[in-house]
């Protein structure tokens, strides 16, 4: 800018009164000089807030520090009163403390959410560091402003980090369970804070070989359908158990049951998120026994065939099958007939070796009834693979041998049939019989006439 003036009177002055706006930050030296030589100037000098945060991702709870920095970037010292608004968000809350490095405080005041500083005796080329303490108290992001002499505004953002860890434990009540057991799978969420943890939900599916029964849960519940224990809300130190129960409808082999917990809440650490428990389930075959014999009742020195049959009904083959039919001392063995495997007479042991699931094995063990009275025979059948039902595992079947010498007892009116037709040969009188037969038949032709 340039004036060409005169008319200046002796003894007084003359003043140009020129605006100039402030554009940037700094100390800015303006010269004025007079016809080429003389040159005198002016420094403005501005004042450069900066804010920065101690941490900007900080968790509920937590109380942060934010450095208020306002540098003297002139050449001389600011005495006029700079005043600062710090306004805090609704995240944030000032915590009744503050420290200053450097220049003055004038005046401090809280006005609702802003707090006020009017600063001054700021010296050229240093700063003044007002130190705040302010804590978190809801999640979310937060702006927080500050404002110097209503004009400049700086602002921070802290983004807060809702945290917390949690851990799943996972057990079974039993590693090795046989085929139809029942067990109990316990699944144990904790979290171990900072924080609450939101919308907490364990995936905990059951594997196929595993039938659902049921559950147990202190806390939420429990779909089978989709594998998901919704818990809610899990405070900090707060432990919660989820039992399931199921049956193991799976035989030969292992089974992998795996839970994941997951939640709304930043977790820190997910590598204890999961957990796995394994089984291994040994092969089974349920064998049954069922012994018959060919005759209910028998004359001593007949012959009675017992036939005892070996079915595996599965699942697995079974090896090493062993029936052991030791017979009664009543009987005299006389032949057997193995569909499969070896017979010892002497000790009673049938070795069938291994029955495939599904398939059968007969034995006929032919004897002659040496005494009378009820001869029980008894087989039971083994193997070295665990067997779910133990209850079919032995049979016996009963003949009624009766002596010739002996006259028969009063035959049961519903069994008739089931003796032997010749022992009436042995007691009965034909001619008796006869005879008692043909008065029943004149009695009824005289019944019939007087009817008549
Ligand atoms: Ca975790
Ligand atoms: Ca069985």
């Known amino acids: 800018m340039i004036w060409v ?11 140009i009164t020129v605006k100039v706006k402030v554009v940037r930050d700094g100390s800015w030296t303006n010269n004025l000089t007079l016809n080429g030589n003389f040159t005198v100037n002016a420094t403005v000098t501005t004042v450069n807030p900066i804010k920065t945060v101690n941490n900007s991702n900080p968790v509920v709870g937590e109380v942060i520090e934010y450095n208020l920095t306002v540098n003297n970037t002139g050449s001389v010292v600011i005495s006029d009163n700079v005043t600062l608004v710090d306004s805090l968000p609704d995240g944030l809350v000032y915590a009744g403390d503050y420290s200053v490095v450097g220049g003055k405080v004038v ?123 919704n818990i809610g809300v899990l405070n900090v130190g707060e432990r919660v158990v989820l039992t399931i129960y199921s049956l193991v409808d799976v035989s030969n082999s292992t089974i992998i049951n795996l839970a994941v917990v997951n939640s709304t809440t930043y977790d820190p650490n997910m590598s204890n998120n999961k957990d796995n428990e394994s089984i291994v389930v040994s092969p ?21 065939i017992w036939t005892i049959t070996v079915i595996n009904h599965g699942p697995d083959n079974a090896t090493n099958v062993r029936l052991f039919d030791l017979l009664s001392s009543s009987l005299k063995l006389v032949n057997f007939i193995v569909s499969r495997g070896s017979f010892n007479k002497f000790t009673g042991v049938w070795s069938l070796g291994e029955l495939k699931a599904g398939d059968n094995a007969t034995i006929r ?70 005879l ?11 019944y019939r006439r007087r009817k008549n």
């Open 5 to 15: 003036v005169s008319d200046i009177a002796p003894g007084s002055s003359m003043i």
């Open 107 to 229: 005046k401090f005041a809280q006005s609702g959410n802003k707090l006020i500083w009017v600063v001054s005796d700021i010296a050229p080329g240093s700063s003044m560091i007002i130190t705040v303490k302010v804590k978190v108290v809801r999640d979310g992001s937060w702006t927080n402003n500050l404002t110097l002499n209503g004009n400049f505004t700086v602002n921070a953002t802290v983004t807060t980090v809702h945290k917390a860890d949690l851990v799943i434990i996972k057990n079974v009540s039993n590693k090795s369970p046989n085929y139809l057991d029942k067990i109990a799978w316990s699944i144990t969420v904790v979290n171990l804070g900072p924080n609450s943890a939101h919308d907490v939900v364990v995936t905990d599916l059951l594997p196929n070989g595993l039938v659902y029964l049921g559950y147990d849960a202190a806390k939420g519940a429990y779909n089978p359908i989709t594998g998901l224990w």
């Open 284 to 304: 089974a075959a349920d064998l049954e026994v069922i012994k018959v014999s060919n005759v209910d009742f028998a004359v001593v020195g007949d012959t009675v």
């Open 365 to 434: 063990i032919i004897t002659i009834a040496l005494v009378s009275g009820h001869v029980v025979n008894f087989a039971n059948v083994t193997s070295d693979v665990y067997d779910p039902n133990m209850t079919n595992n032995k049979d016996n079947a009963t003949v009624n041998v009766i002596n010739k010498t002996i006259p028969p007892e009063s035959p049961e009116p519903s069994k008739p049939s089931k003796l032997p037709v010749h022992s009436m040969r042995a007691t009965g009188n034909p001619i008796l019989m006869v």
């Open 436 to 446: 008692m037969a043909c008065l029943l038949i004149g009695s009824s032709i005289v």
